[in-house]
């Protein structure tokens, strides 16, 4: 079956950078792209970008053009999203995802808590 | 950046009570819509997709309409489990979500 694997809660200072870990099994890794949504606490969802794991190729939300970084490693099916320049804005929960047997978000990693404070 | 604006932002039900949601894009999405529903501190969970198909193992009381700019969303009979919030996302360029709906029993 389709599991999406998180790293661990992560509290960091403002100005640091943070890298979250996704590592996909039960599938083909190259097979699907792979989106991070971040969701602030009592917030909305936010799209943050995607990644194809086979090219690695990425796109990311405007917003964040320039402080995100998504990769992958398809030697241990893994990829990463780091987010730089870390402001308080940025805590949030923060999930990869990707498409299940239809075009929706099908298959959503448990989320990883990252933590901006001083 | 396409926009969703989804209303309203929150309601208050019966357990029975027909309850409708909708989304509106800033521009023509065709039916790239879909529809999620997240429970507190639990991902998202994928209902709808193509704007009214409904995804494998999604109770029937649960549909989708609309096209162009328009949708709609509608729990045909609320129950207690369905309390919970629900998104519309957009995926004709990249991924916009909607604001979201949360809903209580009244």
């Known amino acids: 079956q389709v599991q999406l694997v998180q790293s661990g809660a992560e509290v960091k200072k403002p100005g640091a950078s943070v890298k979250v870990s996704c590592k996909a099994s039960?599938?083909?890794?190259?097979?699907?792209?792979m989106h991070w949504v971040r969701q602030a606490p009592g917030q909305g969802l936010e799209w943050m970008g995607i990644i194809n794991p086979s090219g690695g190729s990425t796109s990311y939300a405007q917003k964040l053009q320039g402080r995100v970084t998504m990769t992958r490693d398809t030697s241990t099916s893994t990829v990463y999203m780091e987010l730089s320049s870390l402001r308080s804005e940025d805590t949030a929960v923060y999930y990869c995802?990707?498409?299940?047997?239809?075009?929706?978000?099908?298959?959503w990693g448990q989320g990883t808590l990252v933590t901006v404070s001083s | 950046d396409i926009q969703m604006t989804q209303s309203p932002s929150s309601l208050s039900a019966s357990v029975g009570d027909r309850v409708t949601i909708t989304c509106q894009a800033s521009q023509d999405i065709s039916n790239y819509l879909n529809w999620y529903q997240q429970k507190p501190g639990k991902a998202p969970k994928l209902l709808i997709y193509d704007a009214s198909n409904l995804e494998t193992g999604v109770p029937s009381r649960f549909s989708g309409s609309g096209s162009g700019t328009d949708f709609t969303f509608t729990i045909s009979s609320l129950q207690p489990e369905d309390i919970a919030t629900y998104y519309c996302?957009?995926?004709?360029?990249?991924?916009?979500f909607g604001g979201g709906t949360k809903v209580e029993i009244k």
């Open positions: 995802a990707r498409k299940g047997q239809a075009v929706g978000l099908g298959y």
């Open positions: 996302q957009q995926y004709d360029n990249h991924l916009t």
């Open positions: 039960g599938y083909t890794f190259t097979s699907y792209y």
